[in-house]
């Protein structure tokens, strides 16, 4: 299993299914298939639907993604991230 990994702005962490790319605003992102909630929120990391069946949005489990507290991709892998930094994949 892939999971895909990445630092927000505000300094929690995500944990995906799916591939994330970061949002910065809406002129940058408005070729991306966008929510409303990711237009409302300062830069971060969002969900990549790039190749996904778009039919199905809303459909998607629960568990595709998790935000999770600052430092806790240190403590569960090892790898310290900011901002700044590409989102990683940790193959399992």
């Not at 300094?11 to 949002?23: D, F, L, Q, V």
């Not at 996904?52 to 806790?72: E, Q």
């Amino acid at each position: 299993m892939k999971l895909y990994i990445g630092s927000n702005y505000d300094g929690t962490e995500i944990i995906s299914k799916i591939p994330i790319k970061r949002y910065l605003n809406y002129e940058t992102n408005k070729n991306d298939v966008l929510s409303y909630e990711d237009t409302q929120k300062p830069p971060h990391w969002m969900l990549d639907y790039t190749g996904v069946d778009v039919g199905k949005l809303g459909t998607a489990p629960i568990d595709v993604f998790l935000t999770i507290p600052k430092g806790s991709i240190s403590k569960m892998f090892g790898i310290d991230m900011t901002w700044d930094d590409e989102s990683k994949v940790i193959v399992l």
